[in-house]
């Protein structure tokens, strides 16, 4: 028997080779469940057994918990499960007492209620589950799988037995010459190339492996060409549209989206692709999914991409309305017709186009409101700011006119002027100033001095202009 004997928990495994076991508890592969085969080996180094399934001719590698003895066979079982396959028992359930139907039995489907259209016809047990406590049977006709108890099902008496190859051989020698040799050359040709299979080597076995592993596994063979061709399509792409960056579908959905983040950013992740300009594609990326994971922004994006698929949609309607071709392809129904172009790669690549028309157009005009908000919020804090250094200029010269000493400085100086003026100071000559001729006064007669002007209302005389001025 193979040992065990290093590592913690070693234990000693006393399967020999050429035992037979039955597969179970494989997650990476649970088509394996339930199947029989046999021991080829112990590999220490990986402390895993080598099978090789009776079903196939399968070889892998199993850890011991996923490999158990199968239960002793009767010779004339261990005749069938060499010809049939063996039972897909579930790995780790016990074999119930109800199970009284072996695998590959036929049967026929009865007393459903459920599926009426069931009943009556023909089936194969594949495997019994103990814990659904029902028979596994696939349908012969439509092939399709269900689980039924077994009241529901009721064993085919089997017809005679099939002839043996012999008989069948014995037949055609009573043919003539020519059918004879004819089929002799076909046997030689078929067992040669039996003979040719069986010498041919093996294929490589592969450990089994759970999907995330086989997920990691296949972007490590991703070529560096490929990871730089994402780079630079990522880098490419209409930067107004986070759908393009991960190049999905418009209506794509959110499981969708976060599928298709995750293939990306394997493929860009500055820790494993080596173009220079990987980081600002996985930024590029990560921007995306955020503003596609923003209720407004993804909702206000979705608006001009429904609006541009209803401008694709309309001039499609326009452009086939007498199109004879999809008339007679889909008998008229115009419904059928725009179902197909919906599906269509041609139409998602129409949809592109609008799409970036109709977003580019909002976003010119964002920008141009945003520049006009902009250049009025200047003018209107110039105009504020102008204003408020006019206020800031009188309330400085109106405080510097109600000071004190610039009141005395003032009066003080009036008083100087006039003090001046009463000491009858020269005034200035200024040369080439301007000098009016002087006028003569006016001179009276005699007569004229002495005219009489009449009394007041006192009774006095009232006197002349001259006479006046003088007085004064």
Known sequence: PAQVGRGPGAMAHTMEPGTSVEIGGLKAR???????????????????????????????????????????????????????PPSATAAGDAPSETADLAPETEVTVSGLKSRPELNGKRGRVVRYVPDRERYHVVVTETKEETYLKRANIEVLT??????????????????????????????????????????????PIEEIKDSETLLREFFADVSDATRDAEVERILSCFKLNPYEHLALRFDAKEDDIRRAFRKVSLLVHPDKCTHEKAKAAFDAIGQAQQLLGTPEVKRELD???ERARDAVVKNWRKNTRN???????????????????????????????????????????????????????????????????????????????????AREGRVGGWRDFMGAQKKGG??????GAFKGPKLKKEERSKEEKEEFHGLDRNGKRVLRPDEVSKAW
């Open 158 to 203: 089997t017809g005679p037995p099939a002839e043996p190859e012999t008989a069948k051989v014995s037949e055609t020698e009573t043919l003539d010459d020519d059918a004879a040799a004819k089929a002799a050359i076909a046997r030689e040709s078929i067992e040669a190339a039996a003979a040719a299979a069986a010498a041919a080597p093996a294929p």
């Open 30 to 84: 649970p088509d394996l469940n339930g199947k029989r085969a046999s021991i080829v080996q112990y590999a220490s180094d990986r402390e895993r057994y080598q099978v090789k399934v009776v079903e196939g001719g399968e070889e892998l590698y199993l850890k011991p918990v996923n490999v158990k003895p199968a239960p002793a066979a009767s010779a004339s079982a261990a005749a069938a499960n060499a010809t049939t």
């Open 303 to 305: 608006f001009n991409l």
């Open 323 to 405: 199109d004879v071709v999809l008339r007679v392809r889909f008998s008229g129904n115009r419904e059928a017709q725009l179902a197909a172009f919906l599906a269509s790669d041609e139409f998602h690549e129409l949809w592109k186009l609008e799409a970036r028309k109709m977003i580019v157009d909002v976003e010119w005009r964002r920008r141009k409101l945003t520049l006009r908000i902009k250049a009025e919020e200047e003018r209107v804090e110039k105009e504020e700011k102008e204003e408020a250094q006019e206020r800031k200029r009188k309330s400085k010269a109106q405080k510097e006119w109600d000071n004190e000493k």
């Open 426 to 431: 020269k005034k200035q000559k200024v040369v």
